[in-house]
């Protein structure tokens, strides 16, 4: 059965990512979208054009730090993990999507 994806809205990719690195721990660009796609039962699905080039900018934030490993598979892949600063805007990023959320619930559950 075909499921269809939704988009990613906009402004939450950097919340995804952190919060995948939080959870998971050290992953790299496909199992990283993988991890999305599953724990958003196939709603959500990241496309590499979008996907690598926030990998880049959270790299020079100092978000994530990077490096070049082995996967299961035997094949290099690079590997992001999560920075302390990356920690406090994972705080900071899931506040703020909270608040937006709660108050978008609140006119939408308006009888």
Not at 24 to 41: C, K, T, V
Not at 81 to 110: D, M, N, P, Y
């Amino acid at each position: 059965m075909h499921v269809k994806r939704d988009e990613i809205p906009p402004g939450t990719l950097y919340l995804l990512i952190l919060k995948a690195l939080s959870l998971h721990g050290p992953l790299h660009g496909y199992e990283m979208a993988n991890f999305i796609q599953q724990r958003s039962e196939d709603v959500l699905q990241v496309e590499e054009g979008s996907l690598y080039p926030a990998l880049q900018r959270m790299l020079l934030k100092g978000w994530v730090e990077a490096e070049w490993g082995v996967t299961a598979g035997n094949r290099r892949a690079r590997y992001y993990r999560l920075t302390q600063a990356g920690r406090k805007q994972l705080a900071l990023e899931l506040s703020q999507f909270e608040r937006v959320f709660g108050a978008i619930q609140r006119i939408t559950q308006i009888a």
